[in-house]
């Protein structure tokens, strides 16, 4: 089990991850689409692990 810690860590490396992503990628929907991917994957993993 992960501590809270750990969870910053984790979603710290995905905000990174995603901000490379959009970085090199220069369609708009695509931008959108992986950032509500990225809030639905933080939003879960708030209410199933932290709550």
């Keep these: 089990m992960m501590t809270d810690f750990g969870y910053y860590v984790a979603g ?4 990174i991850i995603a901000f490379l992503v959009m970085k090199k ?4 929907m695509v931008k959108t689409v992986v950032t509500i991917v990225l809030v639905i994957i933080l939003a879960a993993a708030y209410y199933l692990y932290i709550k």
């Design 12 to 15: 710290l490396i995905l905000l």
């Design 25 to 28: 990628v220069a369609s708009c």
